[in-house]
């Protein structure tokens, strides 16, 4: 093909380049109360199944914990609901009809889930405010323009997750100089500008002092309800403090569900991890 014919074959008024059709938002259906729907999930890595024909189901604005042992699979459950990593079999819906694994994980973002690694990954030569800023302004997707002033609404809704995540009083100091605790929360505040349906945060308060660990615990059950809120933890303390429904995995299944008390007696719990740590 020639340079010439190339050129035709860009500029051909029928051509449709998916990167600039427009975004078909697609709407989030919860009628049925359930934001997240897992079922018959499994994933194996050479043969190794991290899940096993899983099924998990979260509630509309629930606050859901879930705990397991090291490689129990919590880590990839998260990677596939965010488009990170494939699935061998199984299903994973947004509300009623938007079908996860159809979708790429910067779509899957865009859609309105949130995810919180363990380690913080804020911008440390910026202020707290700016890191919201890019932040929100990252969150519209890859045409919009970092340097357009923000909108009155946005600064709004900055100023909202300030007061939320507590960080008001530091928002114009470098990220950098945050205590731990502190970083963690500017972090959740990076995906909460962008008001997501869906967090899924991974041990928020590992390293933290008691007292930020008991702040976590407020700000978590207090996105519960306008948010629909995962959080993996170890530690089972923080668990107890905040969850009302907790999720045990166990080899990529789920092994028990209910309230701590109920995961905390139920015989297969017991069975498998007496003794030793959840
Ligand atoms: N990319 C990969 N390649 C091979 N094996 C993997 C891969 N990712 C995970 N695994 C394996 O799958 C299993 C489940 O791992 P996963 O990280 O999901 O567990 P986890 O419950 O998150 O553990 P932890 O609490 O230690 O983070 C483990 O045995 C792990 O070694």
Partial sequence: MTWLDKTREIMAPDRVWPFLTPEVPATLDVSKNVILYVEGLSVAFDGFKALNDLNLYVDDGELRCLIGANGAGKTTLMDVITGKTQCDSGDVYFGQTINLLQRSEPEIAQLGIGRKFQKPTVFEAQSVFSNLELSIKASKGIWYNLRANLSGEQRDRIDFVLELIGLKAQHSMLAGALSHGQKQWLEIGMLLVADPKL????????????????????????????????????????????????TVLHQGSVLAEGTMDEVQNNADVIEVYLGSEL
């Fill in 199 to 246: 967090l899924l945060i991974d041990e928020p308060v590992a390293g933290m002092t008691p007292q930020e660990t008991e702040r976590t615990a407020e700000l978590l059950t207090s996105l519960a309800g306008d948010h629909t809120v995962i959080v993996v933890e170890h530690d089972m303390e923080f668990v107890r403090s905040i969850a009302r429904k907790v």
